[in-house]
């Protein structure tokens, strides 16, 4: 019998404590069953399955990142609160690595994204520290992919141990960031798109 008490957001956060030792690739619906002592199939009222307990770790995930930013961006633009919001983005992939995880591999269906507080309110964080670089669409959105992959990037090859130069691993980071903020600053105009009849039998 189900213990009581027992409700879709305990099952979800018994779940995400494992995912960060044992890795969000070998999340079970087993190891919660057994932390709360019931069979597998008494949390079917909680979660569907695995893919549902997977896309909710996603969307905790999405909630945790979101504290952490707010939290440190606020009253900060420019600069300032790029380099607060790479050290969050930082940190959350290093101390919560299963839920980290989760953020990259799940495909959240966006209507469902949309409706939870933790998605909306990170995707919103990051989008107003950019706009305060005075970017607009579709500017704003390159500068977001180029951000997620930049950050994403060094803390993957960090965790891997795939910095072996003798140059300090933090001394990069730094001029990581700050080569992410001077390129925001500058960033790169697009020329007007040339109409077709227009284009020379020489262009590209």
Not at 99 to 104: D, H, V
Not at 123 to 140: K, N, Q, S
């Amino acid at each position: 019998m189900a213990r009581a008490g027992l409700t879709t957001e305990r099952v979800v956060r018994a779940a995400a404590e494992p995912a960060g030792t044992v890795g969000f690739d070998h999340v079970t619906l087993s190891a919660p069953a057994r932390g709360f002592g019931v069979r597998d199939a008494s949390l079917s009222s909680h979660v569907k399955n695995l893919g549902d307990l997977r896309t909710r770790l996603a969307l905790l995930a999405g909630e945790e990142f979101a504290d952490r930013v707010g939290t440190v961006v606020a009253g900060r633009a420019g600069k300032e609160a790029l380099v607060a919001f790479a050290e969050a983005y930082r940190a959350f992939a290093r101390e919560r690595p299963g839920l980290y995880t989760a953020t990259t591999c799940v495909q959240v269906d966006p209507a469902v994204a949309a409706r939870c507080d933790g998605p909306r309110r990170a995707v919103e964080l990051t989008y107003g520290m950019l706009r305060a670089y005075g970017l607009g669409e579709p500017d704003i959105t390159d500068a977001v992919r180029l951000l997620r992959s930049t950050f994403h990037g060094f803390g993957s090859l960090e965790a891997l141990g795939g910095f072996g130069a003798p140059r300090d691993v933090e001394a990069s980071w730094r001029q990581t960031v700050e080569a992410l903020h001077i390129t925001l600053r500058h960033w790169p105009t697009r020329a007007p798109a040339r109409p077709e009849h227009t284009k020379g039998k020489n262009d590209d």
